[in-house]
């Protein structure tokens, strides 16, 4: 399927798309090295800017941290099954793991990184080095380089989810496998505690 839907966007209503509080999958890479987490502990904290929290255990962490950007995904509803293996496997754990995720990354210009297919929403951002959040709170604060979205539900600076189907719908995750859609929920019970 051609990719003509993807849609550049304005650096500087990038906030707009993080304002909606949506789970998302961070990715790094270093020297083709790649990997994905999911993160529900990410958004905006400026206009321009956004921050994950990553906790010191992850494989993604020090590919970020030597690397110097971060890759913000934001999947949609169709791809809820990945996310949870996205946040359950460990790279460090399992070499191919992205491979056991059942996702397919695709490049897009501009970007330094491959992506994964299917999400609605994608931001780069370069670390703004803060060391004491990092090793205190887990933070990593980012300069937002680009961003493109899936036009379906994000053009014109807003959101336009009702017009859409609801697959592109964005999770939110609550926690043990309970997500809400922007406006509906999805509850996968197999991953409930
Ligand atoms: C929906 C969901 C949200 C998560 N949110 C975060 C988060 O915000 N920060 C974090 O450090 N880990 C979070 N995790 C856990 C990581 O995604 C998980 O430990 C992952 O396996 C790390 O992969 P890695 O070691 O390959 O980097 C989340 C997991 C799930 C399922």
Redesign the pocket.
């Known amino acids: 399927m051609a990719l003509d839907y993807l849609q550049e966007q304005d650096i500087a209503k990038s906030y707009r798309l993080l304002n909606i509080g949506a789970?998302t999958l961070i990715g790094a890479s270093l020297n083709g090295d790649i990997?994905?987490?999911?993160?529900?502990?990410?958004g905006v904290c400026d206009y321009d800017k956004g921050y994950?929290?990553?906790?010191k255990?992850?494989?993604?962490?020090p590919l970020i941290e030597k690397s110097g950007k971060f890759v913000l995904c934001y999947p949609s509803a169709a791809l809820a099954e990945q996310?949870?293996k996205?946040?359950?496997?460990?790279?460090?754990d399992d070499a191919d793991?992205l491979d056991h995720c059942n996702i397919e990354l695709i490049e897009i210009p501009g970007f330094s990184m491959p992506v994964i297919k299917g999400c609605v929403a994608y931001l780069e951002y370069e670390v703004i080095p803060e060391p004491h959040f990092s090793s205190t709170y887990?933070i990593f604060l980012g300069k937002c380089l680009k961003v493109v979205t899936d036009s379906r539900v994000y053009s014109n600076n807003h959101w336009h989810f009702d017009q859409a189907d609801d697959s592109l719908r964005t999770l939110h995750?609550v926690a043990g496998?309970h997500?809400f859609t922007i406006g509906k929920e999805l509850f996968l019970k197999e991953?409930g505690d």
Do not use: E
């Open positions: 789970t990997d994905y987490m999911a993160a529900a502990w990410a994950a929290v990553i906790d255990t992850h494989y993604t962490r996310v949870m996205l946040g359950s496997i460990s790279k460090n793991k887990d995750y496998g997500f991953y």
